[in-house]
């Protein structure tokens, strides 16, 4: 579809038959799935919340299918790569849905990307519009879960609250009794503070 404006008027056609069709299948029953149906149909099949929960924007540069994209205000809302880079701190607010350079579709969240994932790996925002399983400490980066690999070959993404990684007791030069986490695993990092190498307890604030 090319015609932006006839594109615009046939996705609200599109969510409304979608709405629709919810409401008649909640009404009737047929959402409801026991456990041994919702484990014989596939993943993609159950999955329909993320075509339901669409929109477009207008990009900046040329993003590929299942990017993250990052929404700001330029002259109106534009888009582009997401990332956790300390120099663009760009957080993750949707996923495109096709490759593209100008306005395209995407998704808010709940879509389903094919790849080779840790079955219950939790994913988090990388550079370029990408993700992996490593979650960031280095202060002035995004820290943002992206979403959670539920197989070895499905992963479903859903951009949640970004934090921006601060340094607590910076000047601190001792590891023997930094902040743990639930599992404890130390949780530290290191890095020049007024240019000395101290180490430092990673602090996730909202942004």
């Not at 840790?118 to 879960?145: C, H, I, N, R, W």
């Amino acid at each position: 579809m090319q015609d932006a404006a006839t594109f615009r008027e046939l996705l609200v056609l599109y969510n409304s038959l979608q709405n629709l069709h919810a409401q008649v299948s909640s009404a009737l029953g047929l959402s409801q799935y026991s456990a041994t149906q919702a484990a014989a149909m596939s993943l993609s099949s159950l999955a329909r919340l993320s075509a339901m929960n669409t929109g477009t924007v207008q990009l900046t540069e040329t993003v590929a299918a299942g990017d993250l994209i990052n929404i700001y205000n330029s002259s109106g809302s534009k888009g582009r790569k997401a990332s956790k880079a300390a120099a663009t701190k760009r957080p993750a607010h949707a996923i495109a849905l096709e490759a593209g350079s100008g306005l395209i579709r995407i998704s808010f969240g709940g879509y389903i990307l094919p790849g080779a994932y840790t079955p219950g790996a939790t994913l988090y925002l990388s550079t370029t519009g990408g993700f992996s399983a490593t979650k960031t400490l280095v202060v002035g980066e995004v820290s943002q879960q992206v979403g959670t690999a539920v197989t070895a070959d499905l992963a479903i993404l859903w951009p949640a609250q970004p934090f921006l990684v601060y340094a607590h007791n910076p000047q601190s030069t001792m590891t023997g009794s930094l902040l743990q986490d639930e599992t404890g695993t130390v949780l530290y990092g290191s890095g020049p503070i007024a240019g000395t190498t101290k180490y430092y307890e990673p602090v996730l604030v909202p942004m």
